[in-house]
């Protein structure tokens, strides 16, 4: 079972070798590597230039934004299981993959497999700024806030073309729309893993200030909308409420990790 792992980036060359140092050093062998590089200006593709030939499958060019450039990684995929790793984060050790393929192989008929993440600290990774908790997903958790984080979804590279790719028009929320398309509307079978699979660094597209996380919680509305829910202003409500609570870490929860 080949898992493609796709990584989209734009001028990363701060973050983006602890990415792949994170894709490389799993110890699942058949793992295909693609990276999207939006035209870098910076040091970016000479730091992914420095890692030995054959690892990486590096498409440098124009995209319409971060979903594009997926959805372009997704097209070149060679793989079964296809997941998204964005150049500021990493697998939070070096078995996730090794486990990801042991949950998808337990049983042929799973569409998704995903987990809980931390975002940590930009300068000190091994500081925990939030806990995304997730759990198993049943029909009706997205009106009570519920979402899964999209950086820990894998998901069969069938069962997502059946469906469609990511939504463009949607800048700050098209994981959102995913996700819920994917597991609300089409009920595809998923599994939840309760353990921390990836370790995201704080100040991304949706979560980088107070204009980024209205921007993203205004897609989210827009998404309910296009998908003709009844009442999506609570649902966003009960999502702000969601995402306060991923500040707090539970105490079984350390406040760092390595």
């Not at 898992?3 to 983006?16: D, H, L, S």
């Not at 500021?88 to 497999?113: C, H, P, W």
């Amino acid at each position: 079972m080949k898992i493609t792992v796709i990584t989209p980036v734009y001028n990363g060359e701060t973050t983006i070798h602890s990415c792949i140092d994170s894709v490389l050093s799993q110890t699942y062998a058949d793992v295909e590597y693609i990276i999207m590089d939006a035209v870098s200006k910076d040091k970016t593709i000479p730091i992914i230039l420095k890692y030995p030939e054959g690892k990486i499958k590096l498409i440098s060019e124009k995209d319409q934004g971060l979903y594009d450039a997926i959805n372009k990684g997704i097209d070149e995929a060679t793989g079964d299981i296809v997941c998204f790793l964005c150049a500021d984060d990493m697998y939070a050790d070096r078995n996730v993959l090794k486990k990801i393929a042991e949950g998808f192989q337990t049983d042929s008929t799973i569409d998704i497999i995903y987990s809980d993440i931390v975002y940590v600290n930009r300068i000190n990774t091994s500081k925990i700024e939030r806990y995304w908790k997730s759990s198993a997903f049943s029909p009706g958790l997205y009106r009570k806030g519920w979402l899964p984080p999209n950086t820990s979804f894998f998901i069969k590279k069938n069962s997502l073309l059946l469906h469609d790719k990511f939504n463009i028009q949607f800048k700050y929320a098209a994981d959102y729309e995913l996700n819920y398309r994917l597991l609300e509307k089409h009920r595809l079978k998923s599994v939840y893993i309760p353990e921390i699979l990836v370790k995201m660094r704080s100040g991304g597209i949706s979560n980088a200030g107070l204009l980024n996380i209205y921007k993203s919680l205004k897609d989210c509305y827009d998404v309910l909308f296009f998908h003709n829910v009844k009442h999506p202003f609570i649902y966003i409500l009960n999502t702000m409420f969601y995402r306060l609570k991923q500040i707090y870490i539970p105490s079984r929860i350390k406040n760092t990790i390595r």
